[in-house]
């Protein structure tokens, strides 16, 4: 055996990023979409509440702040998703019946979220993938940080190609 620590070659190391050409894209849009971060896109406001927080609470709370959805929270920890979906689904027809239960109960447990460190194209891929409309914000703690919603993500495809 050999103490040789020589390679069988004279050749110099060759580093595999040293030819690395960046990725060309098609548009701005298309670029935007792959180098851009959730963090840089309009994600806020977001409005939350507590998962005791009765149903008529937060139904009240949707209607006046006039939004579509509310992120449930507990110590900032995302714990629930509820939406005028979860209204018209679980509350509509039993309204009486949970009014003053905590929206815990009738809420969308485990939601799907993005983290803000999240490339455009993944957030837009949650929401076209999953099919949900809002789909809330976390940071690397797991603390809420913004929510995307259509609107926003409309917004954002007209800034990247310049069509504000």
């Avoid at 507590?50 to 714990?79: F, H, N, P, R």
Wanted: aromatic letters at 6%; proline letters at 5%; charged letters at 25%.
């Amino acid at each position: 055996m050999s103490n040789d620590t020589s390679s069988a070659t004279d050749e110099e190391f060759q580093d595999p990023l040293e030819n690395y050409d960046p990725p060309q894209y098609d548009d701005a849009f298309q670029q935007a979409l792959l180098e851009k971060s959730v963090a840089q896109m309009h994600i806020q406001p977001f409005t939350s509440v507590t998962a005791e927080t009765t149903v008529s609470a937060a139904m009240e709370k949707l209607v006046g702040d006039q939004i579509a959805c509310l992120l449930v929270e507990d110590s900032g920890k995302l714990v629930g998703v509820f939406s005028d979906r979860d209204v018209l689904d679980k509350v509509a027809l039993e309204y009486d019946d949970v009014k003053d239960k905590p929206v815990s109960e009738v809420m969308a447990t485990d939601p799907v979220y993005v983290y803000e460190t999240d490339s455009a194209a993944a957030a837009l891929n949650v929401m076209a993938v999953s099919g949900y409309r809002h789909v809330p914000v976390v940071n690397l703690d797991e603390t809420i940080v913004g929510i995307l919603s259509p609107n926003r993500m409309t917004q954002f495809m007209r800034e990247s190609t310049g069509n504000e």
